[in-house]
């Protein structure tokens, strides 16, 4: 049985004789095979060998690179890994399969059409039974969520250090912990609305993916009413007096 991808290596060859353009041919495999499509770069480097006379569709061993039959042995057991746990790094994955990390990325990137979300490893472009998976999923919890938002906290004296000038790191520590302490109920309550919010877009969007939209979860959202709370960067200036290298004063700007 042929895999994937030689069975794309077949067909596109069967396309050039046909006369198709590589636009065309493009389009006709991105139709038959979705996520699992050659990349652009795969296809117009075969495109070009079956136009130069090609007839062989088994790719040519080279030096450092496996065989066509070793790299369908690594996607095979790149993709088993990921179906167990899309949270694998390419780190993890090339410790646990022996190969090479460039390798690793160039399968996930190439093979599968996968990138990072939220380090979690998703697929590009999502099939119609994954959409269907993530709006079920998020439709479920939003039934178990109480939709009564009368009492949601309004959030608009938000504590903040902007424009606060501090005499020493210590300084900023100590204002910041007792900042960090004065996290309330509703700060969590906020966390758990946005993370509702998310849910609602993914369902009414039949699961989806939103291109340029983060994927944050309720601990993140958290993490950063947190650091709303807490000082965005520290900026130093020269004390008046001091020298180049003597002690600084400090002051911090809050997340706007």
Request: proline share 2%; aromatic share 8%; hydrophobic share 30%.
């Amino acid at each position: 049985m042929l895999s994937v991808h030689m069975e794309q290596w077949v067909n596109l060859k069967f396309l050039v004789k046909l006369e198709k353009t590589f636009t065309e041919a493009c389009a006709m495999l991105k139709e038959v095979y979705g996520s699992e499509c050659l990349s652009l770069t795969q296809i117009l480097e075969w495109f070009k060998w079956f136009k130069e006379g090609r007839e062989t569709t088994e790719d040519d061993p080279r030096p450092g690179r496996p065989s066509t039959s070793k790299m369908e042995e690594n996607i095979e057991k790149i993709g088993k890994l990921i179906r167990e746990d899309r949270r694998l790094s390419i780190r993890g994955l090339a410790e646990i399969t022996g190969i090479d990390k460039e390798c690793v990325r160039q399968i996930l990137h190439e093979s599968f059409n996968m990138h990072k979300v939220c380090a979690k490893l998703v697929p590009r472009l999502l099939t119609s039974e994954q959409k269907e998976s993530r709006m079920n999923i998020c439709a479920d919890i939003l039934n178990n969520i109480d939709t009564d938002n009368s009492d949601d906290p309004d959030l608009s004296d938000a504590v903040t250090l902007k424009g606060t000038r501090f005499e020493s790191v210590e300084a900023v520590k100590a204002k910041a912990t007792e900042v960090l302490n004065q996290l309330t109920e509703a700060d969590f309550q906020h966390c758990f609305q946005q993370w509702k919010s998310r849910m609602e877009r993914c369902r009414d969007r039949q699961g989806e993916y939103v291109e340029g939209e983060k994927v944050t979860t309720v601990f993140e959202e958290l993490a950063a009413r947190t650091r709303q709370l807490h000082f965005q960067r520290v900026t130093r200036y020269k004390k008046p007096g001091s020298t180049k290298n003597q002690d600084t004063q400090m002051t911090t700007e809050a997340y706007s």
